[in-house]
């Protein structure tokens, strides 16, 4: 039987997690594009970065967008949660500190979940002083939407 996540599920699978699966609308057609995220559950939002390209010019015209994520045992044992919210792009010194928040707390979830640490902090702090800095956005999130399925 198929089932709705409470919010702390919900908040659970965002959290344990660090890639999804983002949807955006361009020229009318839908688009759905994997993405590296993090959840920020105090800001109750997800940050993101990307460089100029398709994605960060869609998202400029048309604010809307979905994130999905999935935790998937077996057919008949999984959570998955929609994301519904709009893009919010980020300068200056917010840019550099969400990046920076972002660096550390996907760091801290690939040493929980794969048993090995990376050396994040790096690749992240010299794109911060680097004139290619990537698009760093935020999803602001409107309504959180989860489903499980547990035999």
Same mark, same amino acid.
């Given at each position: 039987m198929i089932k709705s996540l409470e919010t702390t599920e919900k908040q659970f699978v965002l959290s344990s997690n660090y890639i999804g699966n983002?949807?955006?609308i361009y020229h009318g057609?839908?688009? #759905? #594009?994997?993405?590296? @995220? *993090? @959840?920020?559950k105090e800001q109750n939002n997800i940050i993101c970065y990307s460089g100029n390209g398709h994605k960060i010019n869609a998202l400029r015209k048309n604010n809307a967008m979905a994130l999905s994520v999935s935790n998937i045992d077996s057919v008949?044992?999984?959570?998955?949660?929609? #994301?519904?919210?709009? @893009?919010?792009?980020?300068?200056?010194?917010?840019?550099?500190?969400?990046?920076?928040?972002?660096?550390?707390? #996907?760091?801290?979830?690939?040493?929980?979940?794969? *048993?090995?640490?990376?050396?994040?902090?790096?690749q992240f702090s010299s794109k911060i002083y680097d004139d290619d800095m990537p698009v760093i956005f935020t999803i602001e999130i409107d309504e959180i939407i989860g489903r499980k399925r547990k035999f």
């Open positions: 983002l949807g955006y057609q839908p688009f #759905v #594009v994997p993405i590296t @995220y *993090f @959840y920020n008949n044992d999984w959570k998955s949660v929609l #994301v519904l919210g709009f @893009y919010k792009e980020h300068s200056a010194s917010t840019a550099k500190s969400l990046l920076h928040e972002f660096s550390l707390g #996907v760091k801290d979830l690939i040493l929980k979940k794969e *048993f090995r640490d990376l050396d994040f902090i790096n």
